[in-house]
């Protein structure tokens, strides 16, 4: 089979690694910008592939026009994250179709390492990483084949050498990683595809549909025995107001100083928490985590506050991950007192809504003279009674609900998720007079750990009510608890249909396919916590550990100045070094030289390997013959043209040595071992 032109195969190779550090943009962006890459590049290759002269400017000018007006009517602006990095990957694509000269293929390999860049604008993943890692090493590659100018070196040896500066520049790399300073906003970048999470409004179904998802919400590491699934309570919004379909929280209801009175009872529970990018500024904590967590971005750490149902949101939402230390008391009680204003608003119910719950709600105390003196905390065990004891379903998809969802739930179709429960719980409290609010969050984690960390997902989003009873501040209710005591018991949500791939690799080995997640998870998580979890506080604890005592941002300046000045000596004393260095040929042609003197042959440093051995075969004729024979095979190896280049001889010093005595007894000279 005949070799590709080098030109061909180096092209093809280029074209290829454009191909594969665009390839995340294309997903993202419009479907033209992948229908003109894809285009352009089988283009050029194909002229590659035929040695065809490239296209005329117009052609280019032509394309340049079409590019711009695509980009403005995608985008409607030119100026624009998403319309920078859409221009920047066309107009490198089209770059390809103007390299006639070295000066442009090097613009285009750095813009190859800038495009490299920017697909971490959108995401920071391990598997983004890895993959932009290749191409690194790609771009690498053909910018070492760039300056190979002369024959036919192998793809093989230029990416060893490639890879071997990528692994002297690793070092430095990973010291300006540890050291250099997270200074706001150079490092603030964009989450990992963040997404929507805990709102701050609710309509029963849409719990359900969140529930659906099997993301990863957070991870929790507690820093001794995790609690029991069914105490396991993350809290997000409370949702206390209600226009007959959707809950809503109220902001500013309350003194957070009052209604949110945390009592400290038994030991607490440290825990670090991770949570996962979401366009939301509500933050999940354990119930009952009184103080602010911390490990929050400095840019971050005055955003944090608490609101009066003991919920921890930020002023503005953030795609960030955060990883938190927190701590909670999971014997304690939320207290505090309610004020008339935050009463009326907790009992209200809108107007002519739910005219069936609340007469059932009359009707549930009227029926039992006994529970009317019983009090609040035994009015909820009646309902909930009630919800055990009648043919009540929980499902994710318990349809559609057209009229008063309430009433219809509550007396015709009885099926729903933990958001219909907790919505019609509240408003019979409420009918009885019971100020009463729906807490929504997450519930349980996967059963077993995963990397020491327990793992919630989206599909464990869970709502729950609060009901007021005087002298015991707020009790949770979780209606949930009477219709699928397990969701609660186990903390597990009720499972979502299985994809294609994983019903494929469960039906091949029963297990695979949670195995395989769970490593991807694990994998996923290290990379979240020693990488992109790498910050400012982690820093500082290296330095602790390094001996700084109470280290700040001067510290890590100096830290990093003091090694910086170390590798500075360290490559000035390789420079020196490297001037002394001599390579393989010199090294031999000295010891040629020396020995050759001792035969009598008069040589200089000047002289090729032939020129040796033409003046040892002029001065000894014949009885050099083994020596000649080796300098001539080394004439070839040396200076054979690198397209047919002759084997390389495998002289050893033992090789060279052997036919030196064989000379030396040639020539009746002594045999003695030479230096």
């Known amino acids: 089979m005949t070799p590709l032109p080098r030109d061909t195969r180096d092209t093809w190779l280029l074209l290829g690694l454009i191909g594969w550090t665009v390839l995340p943009h294309l997903w993202r962006q419009p479907p033209w910008l992948a229908a003109l890459c894809v285009g352009v590049l089988l283009w050029r290759g194909w002229l590659a592939a035929r040695q065809a002269p490239l296209p005329r400017r117009w052609v280019l000018l032509a394309l340049l026009l079409l590019l711009g007006g695509l980009t403005w009517q995608s985008q409607r602006t030119l100026v624009s994250r998403d319309a920078g990095v859409l221009l920047l990957v066309s107009l490198m694509a089209l770059k390809t ?126 820093d001794g025995p995790p609690p029991p699934a069914a105490a396991l309570y993350l809290r997000g919004p409370v949702l206390v107001r209600q226009d007959g379909r959707r809950w809503r ?42 103080n602010a967590p911390a490990g929050l971005p400095p840019e971050l750490a005055n955003a944090l506050h608490q609101e009066a149902g003991l ?35 907790l009992l209200a119910l809108p107007a002519g809504a739910h005219p069936r719950m609340r007469a059932w709600a009359q009707a549930l105390l009227a029926d039992s003279p006994g529970l009317q003196q019983a009090g609040p905390a035994a009015w909820a065990q009646a309902v909930l009674r009630h919800v055990r004891e009648q043919n009540y379903r929980y499902t994710l998809s318990p349809g559609p609900y057209e009229g008063d969802m309430v009433d219809e739930f509550w007396f015709d179709r009885r099926a729903g998720f933990c958001e219909h429960y907790a919505s019609a719980f509240v408003v019979a409290m409420r009918s009885l007079g019971v100020p009463a609010r729906i807490v929504t969050g997450y519930q349980g984690s996967d059963p077993q750990p995963v990397d020491g960390y327990l793992v919630v997902r989206q599909s464990n989003a869970h709502a729950w009510a609060e ?58 998580n290290r990379w979240n916590q020693w990488v992109l979890g790498y910050g400012r506080n982690e820093q500082y604890h290296l330095l602790e550990k390094l001996g700084f005592e109470t280290p700040d941002m001067a510290t890590l300046g100096r830290a990093l100045a003091a090694l910086m000045a170390l590798a500075a000596t360290a490559g000035a004393v390789w420079v020196w070094l490297d001037r002394r260095r001599r390579t393989p040929w010199q090294r031999l042609q000295a010891w040629l030289i020396r020995e050759l ?31 000649v024979t080796q300098l001539d095979a080394l004439q070839a190896w040396r200076y054979a043209p690198v397209v047919a280049a002759a084997p390389q001889p495998r002289a050893s010093w033992r090789d060279w040595q052997r036919r030196l005595r064989q000379a030396r007894r040639a020539l009746n000279l002594p045999t003695g071992r030479s230096g």
Do not use: K
């Open 467 to 524: 009901i007021w009873v005087e002298g015991q501040g707020w009790l949770r209710v979780d209606p949930t608890a009477a219709v699928a005591p397990e969701r609660i018991d186990r903390g597990r949500a009720l499972p979502a249909p299985r994809g294609l791939m994983a019903g494929t690799l469960d039906t091949v080995s029963p297990g695979l396919s949670l195995v395989l997640r769970q490593w991807a998870e694990a994998l996923d």
């Open 597 to 627: 003197d001792r035969l009598d042959v008069v040589v200089d440093e000047t002289m090729s390997p032939a020129a040796l051995a033409r003046q040892l075969h002029r001065r000894h004729g014949d009885d050099a013959a083994p020596l």
């Open 249 to 290: 929280t109220a902001p500013g209801l309350g003194e957070p100083g009052r209604s949110s009175a945390v009592t400290t009872d038994g030991p607490g529970l440290g825990y670090e928490i991770t949570i996962e990018p979401g366009r939301t500024r509500w933050v999940p904590l354990l119930e009952l985590t009184p």
């Open 97 to 222: 179709l103007e390299m006639r000269a070295q000066r442009d293929a090097l613009l285009l390999f750095f813009l190859g390492f800038f495009v490299v860049l920017t697909n971490f604008l959108y995401s920071q993943s391990l598997a983004l990483a890895a993959a932009m890692a290749l191409a690194v090493w790609g771009w690498l590659t053909v910018l070492t084949l760039a300056h190979m100018p002369a024959g036919r070196p192998t793809l093989a040896s230029a990416a060893g050498l490639a890879l071997r500066a990528t692994a002297w520049g690793t070092p430095v790399m990973l010291a300006l990683f540890l050291l250099f300073p997270r200074l706001a906003p150079l490092w603030s970048v964009p989450g990992d595809g963040a997404m929507t999470g805990l709102s701050d409004s609710m309509q029963p179904g849409e719990v359900a549909e969140l529930a659906l998802d099997d993301s990863v919400a957070l991870r929790l590491r507690f």
């Open 311 to 345: 919920q921890w949101s930020l002023s503005v939402p953030t795609s960030a991950r955060l990883r938190l230390q927190a701590r909670a008391w999971p014997q304690g009680r939320l207290g505090g007192e309610l004020g008339r204003g935050e009463r009326r608003t």
